[in-house]
């Protein structure tokens, strides 16, 4: 029996692309089986989800309406609201699957705060495109003009877009909630989307930051902090690789920290990517004797975590 | 020492119509220094806010973009944004002001679901306005056209616009988590906007409904299930009256459950204003000996509770 922090992809939410709130609720419930494959063995589990396609929305609708009565809010805000919708989406899925499955289980979702430093110098290279596209950099400068923390940057010849702060989350401030929601055997589903950005300020107060969270470092976080022993990630791919999409690929069953930090100084991991997701397991493994990170698809969950699929991240 | 619901009305997050988040977050710590002042005094207290002005704006949003890439979400993930936007504010301004008075509490927020009926007699006359207005009666069909569950109304003389149901709630799914929480010390925040409406589907599972629940009789039933010893309704007036705004109103400063179901006879409480949480006080202070109701405003809320201020509703 083990402690699990899950970091869900957003191909645990969304297929094809389909946005509706009944087709996320259906893929969701997918999700949701193999999960509970995972809680009827006696594991304890907590569900860090993304929230990519749907916090671009959120922000896309925000943008769109901007008046003294409906004033755009900001980012944080937005990543809040996200962690609303996912998350009653997901307790509802799992709360369905588990009476389903005639699991007495409860699954709950919290309002996750992640304090990031107010000097992360993510802060000084915003790198993360949100909201809509501007055909040009005109049109771009002029919907930032007057708003703070405005930057806008040209988009893969895709036109000129916002950009926000990624910073790393240095702690989860309702962790001693979820841990002691899991100890309680509550399902957790916390720091969606990464966790709402908050710093603290000078008086100690906290204060929202415009700019998102990556949710693997955050679900990296979250699992030290509620003394996980597994970090699972499930993504795209059944298996990390080497040689990635090239005739020479190879999928990795097994990585020690040697060998990953060999592979990520060999650029075998693309950044943005797979790249987050190795550099948050390297960074759970070595936090603490005997923990391990896993990294496969949602379908494979259930398999990796008994060691038949996926690729295993040890010390 | 008591266990306090408190229902939150939009007064206690919005003045004058500001709905920045910065302005909101402002108000919110005001209120917050009500609330801590009680939690000082040793109670255990449960924040159900309510969200019209907030869910008002974010499905102005969702219809103002349809398209296949983002379909307009249906209502019950409206509610859920507002509950992560609107709990995330008042997590921040509460947290804030406890650090600020060295009161060692943490705060939590919770995505709550509300049971409804499918066959509750308000889905039979929807009667909450939402979402735009429309000029004329072709044009709001026109609208409503191809949706499910879009039934529109004139609005007093302002236009047409679409009606949603508000049926009672008759159980918070997440219940027991609210009062495990409170046992172990949390300042809980759930059920907020009344809580996310959802039916029993005959399969036994849930599945959201297009509806608002009322957020007095939403606090009323958790305030039942977890056991509370007082439901607090915080308003705009600092007590109930009769012959309200004519000069022959009378301030009450206390209400009998006799008293009360005569002056609901005598309809002095207005429909969809006092009326629901003077019938949620009722309902509470009928549910067990010895629980009382007060309503009154936030800045009397410490009083009120001490005896000093307010309507208190006793058998």
Not at 65 to 82: E, F, H, K, R
Not at 180 to 209: H, K
């Amino acid at each position: 029996m083990a402690r699990i922090v899950i970091a869900l992809g957003g191909n645990a939410l969304q297929k094809d692309g389909e946005a509706s709130a009944e087709a996320q609720i259906r893929v969701a419930e997918q999700t949701a089986r193999q999960l509970i494959a995972l809680v009827r063995d006696g594991h304890e589990i907590v569900v860090v989800h993304g929230n990519g396609p749907q916090v671009g929305n959120i922000i896309l609708r925000e943008e769109a309406i901007n008046t003294a009565d409906m004033p755009t809010l900001p980012i944080d805000s937005c990543v809040a609201m996200s962690q609303g919708s996912i998350g009653y989406w997901l307790q509802l899925a799992i709360g369905n699957e588990l009476r389903r499955a005639g699991v007495a289980k409860s699954v709950a979702t919290v309002v996750t705060q992640s304090l990031v430093r107010a000097d992360d110098e993510a802060f000084h290279r915003p790198s993360k495109p949100v909201g809509q596209f501007y055909e040009t950099r005109a049109a771009a400068e002029q919907a930032a003009a007057g708003r703070q923390n405005f930057i806008v940057k040209e988009d893969a010849g895709r036109g000129w877009r916002r950009v926000v702060a990624s910073p790393r989350p240095i702690d989860i401030i309702e962790k001693d909630f979820v841990a002691s929601l899991v100890r309680e055997g509550y399902i957790v589903v916390a720091a969606g989307g990464g966790g709402i950005p908050v710093v603290v300020e000078a008086d100690g107060s906290l204060r929202g930051a415009e700019a998102v969270v990556d949710k693997d470092f955050a679900a990296e976080k979250l699992a030290e902090a509620i003394n996980a022993d597994i970090l699972l990630i499930l993504t795209a791919v059944d298996q990390v690789a080497i040689n990635y999409n090239t005739p020479q690929e190879i999928p990795l069953g097994r990585l020690t920290i040697a060998d990953t930090k060999n592979y990520i100084a060999d650029g075998q991991f693309a950044a943005g990517s797979m790249l987050p997701k190795i550099e948050a397991s390297l960074e759970f493994v070595k936090s603490g004797d005997g923990r391990r990170a896993i990294i496969t698809t949602p379908t494979r969950a259930y398999d990796a975590i008994r060691g038949r699929a996926g690729t295993i991240i040890t010390d």
